[in-house]
């Protein structure tokens, strides 16, 4: 008997903060697995099935897995292209020393263009406004289309607007934040009174749970030990907590709380972390949940968590 067909899932899209950039409200990321934790056969697949599904924004951190990253995610995207008569949406990483090796020119394809987005991660050793003005050149240079900073402090993020003004440069569209259920603070408190002063944007965040990221590969230990701290114990007893809501809400754990991010009004896309199809067609059901996290569910989990900050502003729901 052939195989059934698989469920699609078309994430809604909206634009980057200010920018013309439409992303879709689930992104893949591709640091966790990609080139090091899974074959090359199911990356191709995942970025198949991902863009299938509506996903256009992926997230190719190279630093994360060597140059074997780079070489997975470009044959995927070829893949991709040549079945699709289209370009893919791409993000790049440049980092500590803004090397350029991430960036490439881009190419324009039959339908689309490509969107580059080149975040820089963490704040290097460099003076803001060299880095600024070396983000701009990349721009001006073809080698990307916008770029965002990746957790960077509020004041570093308001730092770098200003110098991109006061210049007459580019400044950054997005903060690629950590943000799910037990990191909540930067994201619903810190980042939306900065944006709300300068005008800039929402920003893509990683959603994933800790207790749901796969911690087998090698370079992860740091993951295991922070599972096994006292604090991730008490995450996942919290984690548990949860799972009555989610069979209430006919979904996962995981999905509930990929949803829980997407609610936010800062939230412009939520970066998935994934090792199979399954996984991936899982996490993408988390659309559906969506619409189901009324405000009495909101409160709920709220209740549950205990560490919502003090903000004016509430989600979505």
């Given amino acids: 008997l052939p195989a059934p067909p698989l469920p699609h899932y078309a994430p809604p899209s909206q634009n980057l903060g200010k920018s013309g950039l439409r992303v879709s409200c689930?992104?893949?990321?591709?640091?966790?697995?990609?080139?090091?934790?899974?074959?090359?056969?199911?990356?191709?697949?995942?970025?198949?099935?991902?863009?299938?599904?509506?996903?256009?924004?992926?997230?190719?951190?190279?630093?994360?897995?060597?140059?074997?990253?780079g070489q997975v995610t470009r044959t995927a995207i070829s893949r991709v292209q040549s079945e699709h008569g289209t370009q893919v949406g791409l993000r790049s990483h440049c980092f500590e020393q803004l090397g350029f090796e991430s960036g490439a020119p881009p190419v324009r394809g039959k339908q689309e263009s490509l969107a580059d987005l080149s975040p820089i991660f963490s704040l290097p050793p460099i003076p803001c406004p060299e880095i600024v003005r070396a983000m701009t050149y990349v721009i001006n240079q073809g080698m990307a289309m916008y770029w965002g900073t990746s957790r960077w402090s509020a004041m570093e993020i308001m730092e770098a607007y200003s110098v991109a003004r006061q210049f007459n440069l580019v400044p950054p569209v997005c903060e690629q934040a950590e943000y799910h259920m037990f990191q909540r603070d930067k994201v619903e408190s810190q980042l939306p009174e900065l944006y709300h002063k300068i005008g800039g944007c929402p920003h893509a965040t990683k959603g994933n749970l800790p207790a749901t990221l796969a911690a087998t590969g090698r370079g992860y230990q740091w993951l295991k030990e922070k599972l096994q701290s006292d604090d991730g114990r008490k995450q996942q007893a919290k984690i548990k907590e949860l799972q009555p809501i989610a069979g209430r809400l006919g979904c996962t754990v995981a999905q509930l709380a990929i949803a829980w991010c997407l609610r936010s009004e800062g939230v412009s896309s939520v970066l998935l972390g994934v090792s199979s199809t399954e996984q991936l067609i899982e996490n993408l059901g988390a659309i559906q949940v969506l619409a189901q996290l009324t405000p009495p569910v909101i409160q709920e989990i709220d209740a549950l968590l205990g560490n919502k900050p003090n903000t004016k502003k509430e989600s979505r729901a």
């Fill in 26 to 69: 689930l992104g893949l990321g591709t640091w966790v697995t990609f080139g090091s934790q899974i074959s090359d056969e199911t990356a191709e697949n995942v970025m198949t099935i991902a863009y299938e599904n509506g996903v256009n924004l992926f997230d190719t951190a190279e630093v994360y897995a060597s140059d074997k990253l």
